[in-house]
């Protein structure tokens, strides 16, 4: 009865023994991944080629990705100066209250992000204390580049903070020991040790924010419309002229963000081996 009942539960796909909950999970997977692949291939396989070269050859849209790009690249680095540490912080020590901390860093992904630019345009606007101290040195986030950057910093750290903290906790504390033992300062076990070992994960949160930054709408949009941002300059063209002047510029931005997302994937995948 026992071998019938194992006969019974496995199904033989292209020379792979399935048992039938598995096959299960994979149609039920396939869903998924359908759900994602089919609308942005229907997309860009529906883009007349002629549209889409005179969409690369407007420099409104050229400059609104580029836009994109490096202010997002701005917020990754000040997201890897700062968030870094704090991940190391979080993988290495217990204190009180680590928890909250925990939770709170992943605050930005549950709060509406169109809630929280106003909240940040409580903070950095003209007429409040952050706003007016920069405005001291001439630096200006309602409408500005600055505002963009901050903008996608504050959704999209967490997603830094979260992966370069699993790094760091995938790391022997007992090496870090052995080089202190040896001599080495805190600062140079941390270079030497901690960050080659953890770099893999904090290279993944790195294009996770850095890609996350560049989809980012409704912070920057309530923060800093202008100049700009690619997914501003697709919501502007829908709702002034309607969908097939903005679909050509959704596609441009989402081939640059593959490209660069599969180049970054490459080479974590590369240091791997």
């Known amino acids: 009865m026992g071998s019938s009942y194992l006969r019974e539960a496995h199904i033989t796909v292209k020379g792979f023994s399935l048992n039938k909950l598995t096959f299960t999970f994979v149609l039920l997977g396939l869903v998924i991944l359908l759900f994602i692949f089919v609308p942005l291939f229907k997309m860009i396989v529906s883009s007349d ?27 990754t680095t000040a997201g890897l100066a700062f968030g870094v540490p704090l991940a190391y912080i979080l993988a290495r020590f217990d204190f009180p209250g680590k928890k909250i901390v925990e939770g709170f860093i992943d605050v930005p992904i549950v709060v509406p992000h169109t809630a929280a630019g106003i909240a940040l345009l409580f903070v950095f606007g003209k007429q409040f204390f952050l706003g007016k101290a920069f405005g ?51 600062v140079k076990t941390f270079i030497s040790i901690s960050l080659p070992l953890a770099w893999r994960s904090i290279l993944s949160g790195s294009t996770l924010m850095w890609a996350r930054g560049i989809s980012e709408f409704g912070a920057v949009m309530i923060l800093a419309y202008h100049p700009m941002i690619a997914p501003v300059l697709v919501w502007e063209r829908f709702e002034s002229y309607g969908l097939d002047y903005s679909r050509p510029v959704a596609v441009l931005l989402i081939l640059v963000s593959l490209f660069i997302f599969i180049v970054s994937r490459a080479i974590a995948h590369r240091g791997k081996s």
């Not at 549209?51 to 836009?67: M, P, Q, S």
């Not at 903070?161 to 033992?181: I, N």
């Open 49 to 75: 080629a002629s549209i889409l070269w005179e969409t690369i050859l407007d420099e409104e849209v050229r400059d609104a990705i580029w836009l994109s790009i490096y202010s997002s690249l701005i917020a």
């Open 136 to 186: 001291v040195f001439g630096i200006e986030f309602v409408g500005a580049v600055p505002g963009i950057v901050i903008a996608m910093l504050f959704v999209s750290v967490p997603f830094l903070v979260d992966s370069a903290k699993d790094g760091f906790k995938g790391v022997d504390p007992r090496l870090e020991k052995v080089a202190r033992t040896l001599g080495a300062s805190p």
